[in-house]
């Protein structure tokens, strides 16, 4: 099956310092992919889409400078968290389609991001 | 807005009861129906889905019943067991392939 893997599952960082989390898809290629915030005991918040070869789309409140995305393939997508902050501390969640129209998302592990 | 709403919030069952949770939206234009099952620290997997073409759809122990006219739609696990404890994640896609989901429900069976 398709399978998405994301990498780190976990990170602590400092306040201020910048963190990248990739999203890569093994067995299938993604034009797109998608980006989800997660707080506990609440549901998946996307974040933005993720276009290979183009600029990502943001969802209304979402700092793109803040969180700089990247799909420079059509395997591997990055988030990068620039100067992170503690209330940046989150669970974070790729997912990506294979396939086209009506295809199911399939999600990565998800990184626990700890920002001190 | 939340398109699409999902009740309850947390559920307990016992070890071999059913478990229902239900979803309900308003958009017309969603066709499909994922329900994703997420076990703490990892990300979601999805469990089953369902088109609205069809009122019914079975695989093992989980069976999605979908009410097109009512615009609802509910996940059915048979024989619940403690592996089945997690958090569930109904959700409903439209046309444009943009994917809305359900606010989870908690599901702990007891043994």
């Known amino acids: 099956g398709a399978v998405v893997s994301q990498h780190p599952s976990w990170v602590i960082c400092k306040s201020g310092t910048s963190v990248k989390i990739e999203c890569r898809s093994l067995?299938?290629?993604?034009?797109?992919m998608f980006w989800y915030r997660q707080f506990p005991k609440q549901s998946l918040m996307l974040m933005a889409t993720?276009?290979?070869?183009?600029?990502?789309?943001?969802e209304q409140g979402v700092e793109k400078d803040k969180f700089l995305i990247n799909h420079a393939s059509l395997t591997l997508s990055t988030l990068t968290v620039t100067s992170a902050h503690p209330e940046d501390s989150s669970f974070y969640i790729c997912?990506?389609?294979?396939?086209?129209?009506?295809?199911?998302?399939?999600f990565g592990n998800g990184t626990r991001l700890t920002v001190t | 807005q939340q398109q699409v709403k999902q009740s309850p919030q947390s559920l307990i069952v016992q070890k071999g009861g059913i478990s229902i949770i239900n979803c309900a939206y308003e958009?017309?234009?969603?066709?499909?129906f994922p329900w994703y099952q997420q076990f703490p620290g990892k990300g979601p997997a999805l469990l089953i889905a369902?088109?609205?073409?069809?009122s019914e759809k079975k695989e093992g122990r989980f069976t999605i019943s979908f009410n097109k006219s009512a615009k609802q739609f509910s996940l059915h696990i048979m024989d619940s067991q403690p592996g089945d404890s997690a958090t569930y994640f109904c959700?409903?896609?439209?046309?444009?392939?943009?994917?809305?989901f359900g606010t989870g429900t908690s599901l702990t069976v007891i043994p």
């Open positions: 997912s990506a389609r294979a396939g086209s129209v009506n295809s199911p998302l399939h």
């Open positions: 959700a409903a896609v439209n046309t444009g392939n943009q994917f809305y």
């Open positions: 993720s276009n290979e070869g183009s600029k990502a789309t943001y």
């Open positions: 067995d299938f290629q993604a034009t797109t």
């Open positions: 958009n017309t234009a969603f066709d499909y």
């Open positions: 369902i088109r609205p073409d069809v």
